[in-house]
């Protein structure tokens, strides 16, 4: 329960100390409001499982998945990382699927025909908001979840030590050899000075 309630408190860290300031985060969730609304709202267009009433249904739609995934999710999520990879991944298909469901259950004016209508739906909605977030440039100012999930990575960093560690550089598809030849010709000074001065 502790972890539960830690991940909600940086959760709300994130979003209070969001760069740009309040602006910018009000900003950010108007956008990324609007393009869920018109995703949700081009979903219903194309497939006949799925009407919406009103503009205002498929905002309220979009609205209710945005609470579903804030403070549902990282439970289903919590309880199923320690047990298997593939668990979460299943698990996070069926949320979708449920989250389809709850929406029409609870927003008057959304009607999906049942299961089916809804693991479609799901996956029609994700790509189109995909394909909008991503011509719109929404996560350009940096991703909510990216945020997140670097924050959450600091706070599960080791402690700093003055102890010597190890430091591990890859760098895909670079062989040693030319490595080795662009150290002794100078064009990686950083790197050959390290080696130089052992550090």
Known sequence: MSRLID????????LWEWKGGPSALLRRLILTLVVAAVS????????????IDSVWAAIAAVIVMALLNAVV???????????SLILVAVLVLVYQVVS???????????HIDGFIGALI????YAIINSVLTA????DRGGSYFGALVQRLLVRRAAAPTDQ???????????????????IRAGSVNTIAGWIRDRS
């Open 121 to 124: 739906g799901s996956f029609v």
């Open 100 to 110: 389809f469901l709850v929406v029409a259950a609870v927003v008057p004016g959304v």
């Open 40 to 51: 949700f709202g081009l979903t219903a267009a194309l497939l006949r499982s799925i009407t």
């Open 73 to 83: 999710r990282p439970v289903v999520l919590m309880l199923a990382t320690p047990i």
């Open 164 to 182: 010597p560690g190890v430091v591990i550089l890859q760098i895909d598809g670079l062989a040693h050899p030319i490595m080795a030849g662009r």
């Open 135 to 138: 011509l719109l440039g929404v």
């Open 7 to 14: 991940f909600y408190r940086t959760q709300l860290r994130v």
